[in-house]
């Protein structure tokens, strides 16, 4: 069975760093594309950032510079690193698999989703 | 950016169609994804690919898309279908994930 767990969020105050984690099970993280995609409280969904199987990444533009994402492939977890963090990046933040294909990429499995709050 | 734009609202009397539209620029020539999000939960994938459906999901789920304007189907409403309910592409010239704006389903 699939698993995605997420941890590591919390208060953090405006500036400062936080790094998330995914622990996945059932699958391979680093035979897949694995993303992040956050929803402030309230709001829509929006994608922040993507692994591919290959190792490259991709990032929002709202995030580009400041977070990082990266896998520990011994530990089949996936983690985003956030630093120089903002009010606007409250939010949850979930890890989904992604499925591509020739001319497409869509997520079949998310996990629980872990909270991240900054303020002072 | 490439832009995707959902009615904020739609109602239902249980039984009836519910149809929710995603529009974009020339939507039809690329692969749309429908997610359900309930209340304090993560989204749950309903359709794929324009209009396959994964394993579990109910065949009143159907989805359509041409032009500029992609649809979700929801057939015979039921009141566990009321949720917000997300569009998505894959934009290959940003290498961009794209979710549109969401629409709250509410069934009457």
């Known amino acids: 069975e699939v698993q995605l767990v997420e941890s590591g969020g919390g208060l953090v105050q405006p500036g400062g760093s936080l790094r998330l984690s995914c622990a996945a099970s059932?699958?391979?993280?680093?035979?897949?594309?694995m993303s992040w995609v956050r929803q402030a409280p309230g709001k829509g969904l929006e994608w922040v950032s993507v692994i591919y199987s290959g190792g490259s990444t991709y990032y929002a533009d709202s995030v580009k510079g400041r977070f990082t994402i990266s896998r520990d492939n011994s530990k089949n977890t996936l983690y985003l690193q956030m630093n120089s963090l903002r009010a606007e990046d409250t939010a949850v933040y979930y890890c989904a698999r992604d499925v591509s294909g020739s001319s497409f990429y869509y997520f079949d499995y998310w996990g629980q989703g872990t909270l991240v709050t900054v303020s002072s | 950016s490439y832009v995707l734009t959902q009615p904020p609202s739609v109602s239902v009397a249980p039984g009836k169609t519910a149809r929710i539209t995603c529009g974009g620029n020339?939507?039809?020539?690329?692969?749309v994804h429908w997610y359900q999000q309930k209340p304090g939960q993560a989204p749950v994938l309903v359709v794929y690919d324009d209009s396959d459906r994964p394993s579990g999901i109910p065949e009143r789920f159907s989805g359509s898309n041409s032009g500029n304007t992609a649809t979700l189907t929801i057939s015979r409403v039921e009141a566990g279908d009321e949720a917000d309910y997300y569009c998505q592409v894959w934009d290959s010239s940003s290498d961009h994930y794209v979710f549109g704006t969401g629409t709250k389903v509410t069934v009457l």
């Open positions: 059932g699958f391979t993280v680093s035979s897949n594309y």
């Open positions: 020339n939507i039809g020539s690329k692969s």
